[in-house]
């Protein structure tokens, strides 16, 4: 059974930086394409992060520059590296296999808070 388990939130300042982890099992990190999706109450799940089979990073435009995406293939995690963090991104924080494919694979999900 395909798994993923999110490792690596909690609570930071402002202006701080995190790194969650995402360890897959079932999942082959470096064929699939691998997302971080986030979600406040309220509101939709917001893809934040993504990463194809061949490498290639996406981020949306509000974000560049200050999350990156990267993955171990022989440790079979992938990793959100977030810097400059605001309260802003707050929010419960989703490691995704396949992005909005009906077969995508998705982890529990790790809360991070950013509050001073």
């Known amino acids: 059974q395909p798994q993923l388990v999110e490792y690596g939130g909690g609570l930071v300042q402002p202006g701080g930086s995190l790194t969650l982890s995402c360890l897959a099992s079932?999942?082959?990190?470096?064929?699939?394409?691998m997302g971080w999706y986030r979600q406040t109450p309220g509101k939709q799940r917001e893809l934040v992060a993504s990463?194809?089979?061949?490498?290639?990073?996406n981020y949306p435009d509000s974000l560049k520059g200050r999350f990156t995406i990267s993955r171990d293939n022989a440790k079979k995690t992938v990793y959100l590296r977030m810097n400059n963090l605001q309260p802003e991104d707050t929010a419960v924080y989703y490691c995704?296999?396949?992005?909005?494919?009906?077969?995508?694979?998705w982890g529990q999900g790790t809360q991070v808070t950013v509050s001073s």
């Open positions: 990463m194809s089979f061949s490498g290639i990073r």
């Open positions: 995704n296999a396949g992005l909005g494919s009906p077969h995508a694979v």
């Open positions: 079932g999942v082959a990190v470096n064929l699939n394409t």
